[in-house]
């Protein structure tokens, strides 16, 4: 297991992770309530449902599971009294190759999850809940079905709530090991007991029409669990630790070259990438430079290492400006990374250093691409596959002149051409290596 | 031999049937949500998914065959064939691959007696298998926990930062 630094980094602020990887604590109730835990449910029945929407909306959430969709308005989506069933399916499914935030919360902190659910459920009208776990994390699915039980059998769920009236119940719902289910519509298939291809935009939101073709939310477990927070510290409190826009704290997992890997839960905006690499994560490996980073989860484009971007800031007379930007000055925040041309993503930050080959490195993305497309649209389906073939020949055998060409090619007929994003998923890492590091193309061709 | 010849339908036994009337029971809205916990259930309880299995599910579901089908071969988690007793599943992604997953499953590989060049092809293929039954060895996509790879699953338990050094000593846990 990956252990946190015994005490936090002057960086970090612990809000998620406040309780994980601390001793003697266990994913049992009786430790969660000595530890002030349903105190925010408590508080959040003496709430009405619409309060609780404006409450998230103001507290500038994100959703933390990729796309960063604003999480109050996804739920504002949800009309309270249409008389339709509602539901919420929390989406811990973590496949996001870079990411592994989620597998902490589901192991060690349990009921903070089914509290934030509960409170989610109870201002969006909710009644039947399902957690998506991904099957390869067999002991967390029986760790947060425990926990279910026993937040049953405190009062914590099922009927009339702590005597509030509302109904409330939760199952776990494990999958098969398929990437795709993590795309919020596929993932509804997927529960549906169907062959997982995602749905057809639109309508654009489970919201319109999801489980069951009923209005639907559908979070990543890092987000629901924020929402626990928002109500303990209020909308104000809460949204001050980020940035306009991105508030609270993000949970960024650190893999690859540096000496201490790891997920360090900070916030959001609170630290640049070269904090991040060089003080947070203890710098590279001894006699190592930066060559790359993958700063969102494999599907996020990489960036170089010396790269500088102009970034619009507002000058102190208050005009927009382009401001130079190098790479290690990043914010690793939303905004930043998006002008920078990536994404914050999942918060998966992947490190490689110059003993590096970004081709060997694109070949391992593509071949995990090729694996897990679903194989519903023929441009992601075949194209994947063709990456994929394209790379592990030039591994093999060398490069042909043409292959860059055709390789980014592929790409771009890809993007913009599936019904779900895994499309642009696929793509991006063909598109960002071929763009940032030519030469390692190049120099392969025999 | 024997074995393949009788049909997993056949043995099912109470308490089996109880477990898998309680997880439809999960699903008060449609039945047919209720295939992957039966598929779990079925592949736990007999190491894997016959076409007897197929159909039962089927049936208990409301559901024709096909439509079972079609989620067994869709899934990488599921087989048509039995595996070995102990699975070992090496995460093959990129995290783990720059941290020597590569030779981590070669390791494993030989450690329990399988030809490392083996891979399954999916569509409910086993993966690699001792011949003594015991162990099967496999590649799979990203486990998310990269922050200690390279990383394996073994049956339920993730082992993490795994050095080819420590591969023997974790085998014979398993023998």
Redesign the interface.
Same mark, same amino acid.
């Given at each position: 297991m990956v252990s946190l630094l015994p005490t936090p980094h002057p960086k970090e602020r612990r809000i998620i992770f406040g309780n994980i990887s601390k001793p003697g604590y266990a994913p049992d109730i009786e430790t969660y309530l000595a530890h002030g835990g349903y105190e925010s449910l408590k508080k959040a029945f003496t709430m009405k449902p619409g309060e609780i929407v404006d409450l998230v909306k103001a507290a500038n959430l994100r959703g933390r599971g990729g796309a960063g969709f604003p999480a109050g308005a996804k739920w504002s989506f949800i009309k309270y009294d249409d008389g339709k069933p509602h539901y919420i399916v929390v989406n811990a499914d973590e496949s996001e190759p870079g990411t592994f935030k989620d597998r902490y919360i589901l192991h060690q902190d349990p009921h903070q999850l089914i509290e934030g659910l509960v409170i989610a459920a109870f201002a969006t009208n909710v009644h039947l809940s399902y957690i998506y776990i991904r099957c390869e994390f067999p002991k967390a699915a029986k760790i947060v079905w425990n926990a279910i039980k026993e937040a049953r059998a405190k009062g914590f769920l099922g009927k009339n709530i702590l005597g509030s009236g509302f109904d409330l119940d939760i199952y776990v719902h494990q999958g098969a090991g398929a990437y795709i289910c993590g795309e919020e519509t596929s993932l509804l298939e997927s529960l549906e007991g169907k062959r997982p291809y995602p749905r057809i935009k639109p309508p654009y939101f489970p919201a319109v029409l999801g489980l069951y073709m009923k209005p639907t939310i559908v979070n990543n477990v890092e987000t629901i669990c924020h929402v626990k927070h928002i109500i303990s510290m209020g909308a104000d409190e809460y949204s001050r630790m980020g940035t306009p826009g991105d508030g609270g704290t993000r949970t960024m997992c650190v893999s690859g070259d540096v000496v201490r890997p790891g997920f360090y839960e900070i916030p959001c905006g609170g630290v640049t990438l070269g904090e991040l690499i060089f003080d947070v994560c203890g710098g590279l490996k001894p006699g190592r430079t930066l060559k790359a980073v993958i700063p969102g989860g494999s599907s996020a484009k990489v960036l170089r290492a010396g790269e500088v971007f102009k970034m619009k800031v507002k000058s102190e007379d208050g005009q927009m400006i382009d401001k130079e930007t190098p790479l290690l000055d990043l914010v690793m925040d939303a905004s930043s990374l998006q002008a920078a041309g990536t994404m914050v993503g999942s918060g998966g930050v992947m490190i490689m250093d110059d003993t590096r080959d970004m081709v060997w490195a694109l070949n391992n993305l593509n071949q995990f691409y090729a694996h897990e497309s679903c194989g519903q649209c023929t441009p992601c389906r075949e194209g994947s596959l063709w990456m994929s073939k394209v790379t592990t020949r030039i591994m093999d055998e060398g490069a042909k002149p043409d292959d860059a060409k055709n390789l980014k090619n592929i790409a771009d007929n890809i993007a913009g051409r599936t019904i779900c994003a895994f499309g642009e998923a696929c793509s991006w890492p063909t598109q960002s290596f071929l763009a940032k590091f030519p030469d390692e193309f190049e120099k392969r061709v025999v | 031999m024997t074995e393949t010849m009788t049909c997993q339908a056949d043995a099912i036994t109470p308490e089996l049937l109880a477990e898998a009337d309680e997880l439809v029971s999960?699903?008060? /809205? +449609?039945k047919? +949500? %209720? +295939?992957?916990?039966l598929?779990?259930l079925w592949q736990n309880h007999f190491g894997f998914i016959d076409d007897s299995g197929v159909e039962w599910i089927a049936a208990k579901?409301e559901l024709t065959p096909v439509?079972i089908l079609?989620?067994v071969t869709?899934?990488?988690?599921?087989r048509r064939e039995r595996a070995g007793k102990t699975i070992i599943?090496v995460c093959?992604?990129?995290?783990c %691959?720059?941290a020597g997953s590569y030779e981590v499953r070669e390791k494993f590989c030989q450690s329990v007696g399988i030809d490392p060049h083996c891979h399954s092809h999916g569509f409910g293929e086993a993966p690699p298998t001792s011949s003594d039954g015991n162990f099967s060895v496999e590649f /799979?996509?990203?486990? %998310?926990?990269?922050?200690?790879?390279p990383v394996a699953?073994i049956n339920?338990e993730?082992v993490?930062n795994i050095a080819l050094s420590d591969v023997p000593a974790i085998v014979d846990q398993y023998k």
């Open positions: - | 999960h699903y008060p /809205v +449609s047919r +949500s %209720a +295939s992957l916990p598929l779990h579901l439509n079609e989620v869709f899934y990488p988690w599921f599943r093959r992604t990129l995290a %691959a720059m /799979v996509e990203c486990l %998310a926990s990269c922050g200690s790879a699953l339920d993730l993490e």
